[in-house]
T-cell receptor, first 115, second 111 residues
Framework: DTGVSQDPRHKITKRGQNVTFRCDPISEHNRLYWYRQTLGQGPEFLTYFQNEAQLEKSRLLSDRFSAERPKGSFSTLEIQRTEQGDSAMYLC?????????????FGQGTRLTVV | KQEVTQIPAALSVPEGENLVLNCSFTDSAIYNLQWFRQDPGKGLTSLLLIQSSQREQTSGRLNASLDKSSGRSTLYIAASQPGDSATYLCAVQTGANNLFFGTGTRLTVIP
């Protein structure tokens, strides 16, 4: 396992369409995070899973967004009825809880462009 | 709410120069602080993680320090190289399970 894998790397979609992104974390990591990054900004937290349980969601995660992590392995992030403001880089990260030492490892991201 | 600030926003230096990037955060109740590198259009690469009980961490030409009480961290890069050109992001982890990021410092090392 070489790291966190995200698919696709790039996605162009028309406004109003649904899109789904996939994240495969590092295999022994039980924590998985989704972040969104717009141009010139740092990543912003969207949601967090510990194993299959979604434990935290940001207010940025509107009801058009849904994330799942079935069986505590890979995760999907779906955006319904996309809007131009959804254009951003969507980053996935994973970490393994070892006491308070929780180094996060990020994937290469999925760049979404809504036209 | 935790706020993370990075100064400067952009920095250009000639090759070989030593440099310091700054990060400050408003809430000192952090679990750890992590420095990342991001190349254009790419994901984040973890450089160094400093636990809240630690003062500094070193990896090769990189040295990161943490002063939790004053809410500051620095990333020192020795003998900079053109390959170091990238955006450097600092992030803190609080009692919540997510990271709060700064907006980054865009570094250009001129050959």
């Amino acid at each position: 396992d070489t790291g966190v894998s995200q698919d696709p790397r790039h996605k162009i979609t028309k406004r109003g369409q649904n899109v789904t992104f996939r994240c495969d974390p590092i295999s022994e990591h039980n924590r998985l995070y989704w972040y969104r990054q717009t141009l010139g900004q740092g990543p912003e937290f969207l949601t967090y899973f510990q194993n299959e349980a979604q434990l935290e969601k940001s207010r940025l995660l509107s009801d058009r967004f849904s994330a799942e992590r079935p069986k505590g392995s890979f995760s999907t992030l779906e955006i319904q009825r996309t809007e131009q403001g959804d254009s951003a880089m969507y980053l996935c990260a994973s970490s393994e809880r070892t006491g308070a030492y929780t180094e996060a490892f990020f994937g290469q991201g999925t760049r979404l462009t809504v036209v | 709410k935790q706020e993370v600030t990075q100064i400067p926003a952009a920095l250009s230096v000639p090759e070989g120069e030593n440099l310091v990037l700054n990060c400050s955060f408003t809430d000192s109740a952090i679990y750890n602080l992590q420095w990342f590198r991001q190349d254009p259009g790419k994901g984040l690469t973890s450089l160094l993680l400093i636990q809240s009980s630690q003062r500094e961490q070193t990896s090769g030409r990189l040295n990161a320090s943490l002063d939790k009480s004053s809410g500051r961290s620095t990333l020192y890069i020795a003998a900079s190289q053109p390959g170091d050109s990238a955006t450097y992001l600092c992030a803190v982890q609080t009692g919540a399970n997510n990271l709060f990021f700064g907006t980054g410092t865009r570094l250009t090392v001129i050959p």
